[in-house]
């Protein structure tokens, strides 16, 4: 199925030695779920500054939106450049704020028209919030281990961006595990990927990956990227040779409730080529298709995360034997 492709990106030199992959090995055997989990475990237990995607920046606007974040209901809405993030239910009476509409930058209460800002009333506040120009942020409470910004990977100067945001009957682990798997894409994905190896695990949980992005049939633009975690609910894809150099995708997973997280991933697409100026200026229509991808895989991979996680609980069930 891979051994007939044809790369029309920018050629690759040969993949140096790795370390930390056996290439004699099938995928099944590389992908060890005991080295998955000792991964896990390692970017579960970095900081994260205590911030959790909401969502894209863009999906917020003047309408006020409802969102479930680690079980607190918030409402979120724009007022003027800024992006507030606060509590559903109004001081006054326990309203959904998110069913009231916005006024000068004011939510205004459904029930009986009470406006409320950033000033806050009573003991009613927007919580800490963060627009890094593509995601909202949000951060309940600051505490010894909280820091001023999210954590974040480096992202390219110029960029086409679309962002998509999926609900999974799984926990953020599910998420990130997932993937911490490259070694399932071109197997699970094979509407995507024509071809996928990994190529390096360095010592510091980095995945190195040579992948080929199926463009139609055997037609495909292959590049060099890698995997890694910069903070416990977040793995970031960077693209680092070939094509699209600089090009990162971010999955974020946030918790809604025990047993339901929302996977938010940004994609911030770049090239040197001397057409993407062009696409920049038109990225209202490229960006549907960066969207269409991505939609397409977390499809897939929902169910991936949904499985692991309905395995896990079965599994430490009382009673219950793996």
């Not at 930058?105 to 950033?118: I, N, Y």
Request: glycine content about 8%.
């Amino acid at each position: 199925m891979t051994s007939r492709l044809f790369n029309i990106g920018k050629p690759l030199p040969p993949s140096p030695p790795g370390q930390g992959v056996r290439f004699d090995q099938p995928d099944w055997a590389q992908a060890s779920p005991k080295l998955i989990r000792e991964m896990l475990s390692r970017a579960l237990a970095r900081p994260s500054g205590g911030w959790l995607v909401v969502d894209a920046s863009r999906h917020i606007a003047s309408r006020p939106r409802h969102y479930v974040v680690a079980g607190r209901e918030l409402v979120a809405w724009r007022a003027a450049e800024r992006i507030l993030v606060a509590p559903n239910a109004c001081p006054h009476m326990k309203a959904p704020l998110s069913e009231g509409r916005v006024s000068d930058g004011k939510l205004v209460c459904p029930w009986h028209g009470l406006r409320l800002g950033a000033e806050g009333f009573g003991s009613w506040k927007p919580y800490d919030s963060f627009d890094d120009g593509v995601l909202t942020w949000v951060r309940f409470g600051a505490d010894e281990a909280s820091i001023d910004r999210p954590i974040l990977a480096p992202r390219p100067e110029r960029f086409i961006d679309g962002v998509v945001r999926v609900e999974a009957r799984c926990d953020p682990s599910d998420v990130i595990a997932n993937r911490l798997d490259p070694w399932h894409g071109a197997h699970f994905h094979p509407h995507t990927f024509a071809r996928l190896r990994v190529t390096n695990l360095s010592a510091d949980d980095v995945l190195s990956v040579r992948v080929a992005y199926r463009v139609a049939g055997p037609v495909c633009v292959e590049v060099d990227c890698t995997f890694h975690s910069p903070e416990p609910n977040t793995i970031v894809m960077t693209i680092v040779g070939g094509d699209g150099v600089g090009s990162v995708v971010e999955t974020h997973a946030s918790p809604i409730e025990p047993g339901r997280t929302a996977i938010v991933e940004a994609t911030l697409a770049t090239s040197d080529r001397a057409g993407f100026r062009l696409a920049m200026l038109a990225s209202s229509v490229v960006r549907p298709f960066i969207l269409r991808t991505a939609h397409r895989l977390w499809m897939d991979d929902v169910t991936y995360a949904e499985r692991s996680y309905a395995a896990r609980v079965r599994t430490s069930a009382p009673g219950v034997e793996g």
